[in-house]
Structure formats: structure tokens, C-alpha cells
């Protein structure tokens, strides 16, 4: 619908040439709301291999990059952080 004001994500903000931003809330007086991404246990095996590389795909500094131009945060590897080792599914 049609509205005079409202409430946005900041993401949705910067994508939509059409909403001007009037007003934000000073840093420190809400908290953040995170977006997460994850391949799910109950992912078919035949599409595990596709969603673990996307999800390996989303981490890469060229997207990391990519989505802070859109509005997201920067999401970087804790130092010395390790793979995650990939398990077998148990069925």
C-alpha cells in the first residue's frame, strides 16, 4: 500500500531508489537484527554439495564486499577460525 511514513530495514532502503531516509536510530539504541545463512540438515544429500559451496560462495570477500554496498554488514572469519570439519549424515 501506499504510505506518507514508515519503517525499513536499512537494506530495503538502499536497494529502493524510491525511499528517502529521514531518520535512523543512533547506534547503540537497538540491536542489530541478523540476517543468517546456513545449509539446513534436512537438505536433500543430492543438493548438499551446491548449498555448502553457495554458502562457502556467500563468505568470499569479493561478496562480502558485494553486500556491504547493498547494506549488509560485513561478516568477518573470527581470527584463527578453522573450517568446519564436514561430517557424514547419519540417515
Known amino acids: 500500500?501506499?504510505?506518507?511514513?514508515?519503517?525499513v530495514f536499512r537494506v530495503d532502503s538502499i536497494s529502493n531508489g524510491h525511499?528517502?531516509?529521514s531518520d535512523e536510530n543512533p547506534i547503540g539504541a537497538y540491536v542489530p537484527i541478523p540476517f543468517g545463512q546456513a545449509?539446513?540438515?534436512t537438505c536433500r544429500d543430492s543438493l548438499r554439495s551446491a548449498?555448502?559451496?553457495?554458502s562457502d560462495f556467500l563468505m568470499t570477500p569479493r561478496i562480502q564486499k558485494l553486500l556491504v554496498l547493498h547494506g549488509f554488514d560485513s561478516?568477518?572469519?573470527p581470527v584463527g577460525l578453522m573450517p568446519i570439519e564436514k561430517k557424514e549424515r547419519i540417515s
Do not use: N, S, T, Y
Open 51 to 54: 548449498a555448502e559451496q553457495f
Open 75 to 77: 561478516i568477518p572469519l
Open 1 to 7: 500500500g501506499k504510505a506518507d511514513v514508515g519503517l
Open 19 to 21: 525511499i528517502r531516509i
Open 39 to 41: 545449509v539446513v540438515w
